[in-house]
């Protein structure tokens, strides 16, 4: 092996130890969450069942909470690992089943929302960095400054008000049918959802484009005598590489936008789940969530980054060297 | 007088000038809906000290009935009324978040940035873990299982916000550390502590008062969105976010009940991220 090759592996393992060891101190402070609660957790965890000595007793024994903090972590940190995420306390669902079920929903309503997004935000910002400074660049940078800053629930409400009370287009509230009346439902809070990303997604774009048309080979390709248009191509091709890593990372976060949208719009899914769980002082189902969301998002993370070594050599020369 | 060099008076003005010395638009739109917004919270208690107390007689009365502009809620109590007195809980809590994080920012980011070493590097962790989730679940998450009222909601807030105002006062302090008047202050032997507040914190108060005017705007969103989600608001205060989620129900009897505190927010957010995006960009603050 070369020694670059070396370095590349380096790289490679510390980046998954990173990777780990977030993983570990998430699980750590959402295991605390349980002891954040005020009162005692047997009873916390007993949800609205009358505590007699028993279950009270019984639910001591099932969570280890007896015994000292490190060992109640490690035992229930085996227990995730093993896939046993606990019982809801209502209902006494088992918490994976209960996130599965509602997973579907969450995942649907977040790729709609990703495609609305793109479709709004790469031709805008792709379109505002070409012409950086006229009307219509400065014109939609003061809209996405409205769509980056108005609250999701606010907006969703408007949406729900004019589309559906108004012009009655679609179903105001609930899940749908699976299937075409499910999507259908879906369309308000994705473009609810979309408002707010498509002007962070803009940003990105407008930046990275700008970035390569100031870069000196396209004021050399300029110079050769190569159209607008073809050195237009070569900036854009090379914009794309952040542009698309980072979208990795904005669909990881979409999952914090769903919360309240969900709410809004009366969805079942991992979002409005997680603030009735809240509410209701659900921890098992609280720290499922929590966990499962750290989960995606440092995966998502340490596979951009991957992925950003493989597609552009001068980051593995970086990485290497 | 004889000109210089044959220059008249209007040759010597700077052409940059004019456009400096025109109102500028952006600071003026957001400005007057901002102190309207306020004067409401500032005064709501003289303004409008009845506007939590409902008249079951008058519930559910659609916007523009006598008396009643906007109608009025499920218990009767006036959306009017009710959206003043709201501007309280909006602009109070938000600005102590935003003042809040901005001191341990100021705090801990010089100290980070001029000293670096351990405490760089606790700091630094700290803000990465905070950042490895969206900042909405984490806030409902911490806020909702601490559940202790309004002031405790904001005590959290300030915690989650902390890290990012650390960051950017860590990153303005280092840009400063390395300029010669902070050399010469070393060189002339003055305590670090006398360098940190009296020479680099008055340096870096640009990029404290933009990341604050964004915190601000961020804050209130974040503080009704969880009184939308019901949580932070003891029932039966007005607030703009539980306002909305009240009003639900009613829209199509009442959609005033919800919509006037919907636009109340969407305006009052945008007005200040403009607001804070124009001094920022005014100031040269890198983003």
Not at chain 1, 126 to 148: E, K, N, Q
Not at chain 1, 207 to 229: I, P
């Amino acid at each position: 092996m070369t020694g670059g090759s070396w370095g590349l592996a380096r790289f490679v393992v510390v980046r998954l130890a990173a990777t780990v060891a977030l993983l570990l101190v998430a699980s750590f402070v959402v295991f605390g969450l349980l002891h954040l609660t005020p009162g005692d957790p047997a009873r916390n965890l007993l949800g609205p069942r009358t505590p007699n000595p028993e279950t009270l007793a019984q639910i001591r024994a099932q969570y280890h909470l007896d015994e000292p903090f490190w060992q109640q972590y490690l035992s229930w940190l085996t227990g995730v690992l093993h896939g046993d995420l606990g019982h809801s306390i209502r209902g006494n669902v088992s918490v994976g089943a209960l996130i599965a079920d509602r997973a579907v929903l969450t995942l649907q309503l977040a790729g709609l929302a990703f495609v609305f997004t793109l479709l709004i935000a790469l031709p805008l910002g792709i379109g505002a960095a070409f012409r950086a400074g006229s009307p219509m660049d400065r014109t939609v940078s003061v809209l996405a400054v409205v769509g980056v800053g108005a609250p999701s629930f606010a907006v969703g409400m408007l949406l729900i008000y004019v589309l559906g009370v108004q012009w009655r287009l679609f179903p105001i509230y609930g899940n749908g049918d699976p299937g075409w009346d499910r999507w259908w439902h879906l369309v308000p809070p994705a473009i609810t959802l979309a408002i707010g990303l498509a002007a962070l997604v803009y940003k990105l774009t407008r930046t990275a484009v700008l970035n390569e048309l100031r870069q000196d080979y396209v004021t050399f390709a300029r110079s050769r005598g190569l159209s607008h248009r073809q050195t237009r191509q070569l900036a854009l091709r090379n914009a794309m590489i952040p542009i698309v890593t980072s979208l990795g990372l904005v669909f990881a976060f979409l999952f914090g936008g769903t919360i309240l949208v969900e709410v809004t719009f009366g969805l079942g899914g991992l979002g409005a789940l997680l603030a009735s769980s809240v509410t209701f002082k659900d921890i098992p189902v609280v720290q499922a969530i929590t966990l499962l969301t750290a989960a995606v998002i440092a995966l998502t993370a340490l596979a951009v980054d991957l992925t950003y070594l493989v597609i552009d050599p001068r980051v593995r020369q970086r990485a290497t060297s | 007088m004889t000109s210089l060099a044959g220059l008249g008076p209007a040759d010597l003005v700077d052409p940059d000038d004019r456009a400096r010395r025109r109102v500028p638009l952006i600071p003026v739109l957001c400005g007057i809906p901002l102190v309207a917004v306020l004067f409401c919270a500032l005064f709501s208690g003289w303004l409008v000290p009845d506007a939590a107390k409902g008249d079951i007689y008058s519930a559910r009365l659609p916007a523009g009935s006598p008396g009643h502009l906007f109608g009025t809620d499920q218990v009767g109590r006036d959306i009017l009324q009710m959206s003043i007195a709201g501007a309280r809980t909006a602009i109070i809590g938000p600005v102590v978040i935003a003042l809040g994080s901005m001191l341990i920012g100021l705090l801990l980011g010089t100290l980070a940035g001029y000293r670096g070493g351990v405490v760089d590097l606790l700091l630094s962790k700290y803000a990465d873990l905070l950042l490895a989730l969206p900042s909405t679940l984490i806030a409902l998450v911490v806020a909702g299982l601490v559940d202790g009222g309004y002031w405790a909601t904001v005590a959290v807030l300030i915690l989650l916000f902390s890290p990012t105002d650390i960051r950017m006062i860590r990153g303005a302090t280092l840009s400063q550390a390395t300029r010669p008047y902070i050399e010469s202050a070393r060189v002339l032997g003055l305590s670090s502590r006398r360098i940190m507040f009296r020479h680099l914190v008055p340096n870096v108060l640009n990029v404290a008062l933009t990341t604050m005017l964004l915190n601000v705007a961020f804050a209130l969103v974040s503080m009704s969105a969880l009184s939308f989600l019901g949580l932070g608001i003891a029932p039966g205060q007005p607030d703009w976010g539980r306002q909305l989620s009240d009003g639900r129900d009613l829209l199509s009897i009442n959609a005033a009940a919800s919509i006037v505190p919907g636009v109340l927010l969407i305006v009052t957010a945008t007005a200040i991220n403009l607001l804070g995006d124009w001094w920022q960009e005014r100031a040269g603050v890198e983003a």
